[in-house]
């Protein structure tokens, strides 16, 4: 099939083009900005040369983008941690959903796959993360925007449409040319300051390489919705220490820093950001309530529904964290004495 991928220029839109291109299937992508495919998806050997200019948030490229098109996977949006930017980043993706899923429908593609994220099903107390829980949200931008596109995606597939939704935790691994995702600041900060705080706070952590083989693996039409847990494995922080440790030889100490105490933390981190934004000295992403609420009380993802419908198979952890730390190293973002 021709697939246009949205969100090509970024971590997970690039390697899930990649996937998809290496399982047969041709690739468009849409993008502002051309020149940044050649920073991000040419540096992972993908051909570039098919792409259309355009934006989420303006319809006509996205219809012009499908043309000749057979199937779409969505993985553009804002993503931004600033409290002032919040109402511009709800707005401005939920418009690119109704956009792009909807217009996707209209043409009639198969299959319309739609990556959202744990965040949209994330609450306080859950057991498991699966994919038939309801749409809850976090208390951050981030998490609501997730869960309001996530329900107008299940309206969709509640009206019959092919829409496929996905829910990646943490996403790690090799970087696409210069684009790392967020979870990365994780482990840049962890080895700068040697330490990952915290009792009962862990990381679910999914490879952007297994995301994308499973994004890849969707790209059959015929199938009607689904959706997907694509969380990956639940580490509690004294195992990322060790794996740190033994992946750079850097001690990086778990130090057991009450839960609560954490997430008072980020609540007044989130009232003095709303007046001055301010950020860790080694991470570019504020503390925040909601970030910690994910940190200490993250539970594992139940995965096995995409282990045994799409037959992917995920690599384990010290593989992802070490692919994660040599990338950072290649861009200068770790040092050799913390790498």
Known sequence: MRVLVTGGTG????????AAVDAG????FLV?????????????????SDFRLGDITDADSISQAMDGCDSVVHAAAVVATDPSRAEEMIATNMLGAENVLGTAAALGLDPIVHVSSFTALFRPGLEMLRADLPVVGGTDAYGRTKSQVDLYARGMQDGGAPVVITYPGM?????????FGEAADGVESALK?????????????????????????????????????????RIPIGSIAEMLRKITGTTVLPVP?????????GRASDIVDSVSPIETPVSRSP????????????PPSDDSPSEKDLGVHYRGSLDTLDATVAGLRSVGRLSPSSA
């Open 193 to 233: 300051m040697r330490m990952l705080p915290g009792r009962s706070a862990a990381w679910t952590v999914v490879d952007v390489r297994d995301l994308a083989a499973v994004h890849a693996a969707l790209l059959e039409p015929g199938r009607g919705p689904r959706r997907y847990m694509v969380g990956g494995k």
């Open 171 to 179: 996403v790690l691994g090799p970087p696409a040319g210069d684009q």
């Open 25 to 28: 299937h041709e690739v468009r």
């Open 287 to 298: 503390i925040s309530e909601a970030a910690m609420q994910y940190y200490t009380q993250m």
């Open 257 to 265: 820093v009450p839960d609560l105490a954490l997430r008072l933390l």
């Open 32 to 48: 502002r900005n051309p020149d940044r495919l050649q920073t991000s998806a040419a540096q992972i050997g993908l051909d570039v």
């Open 11 to 18: 971590f997970v839109g690039a390697w899930t083009a990649k």
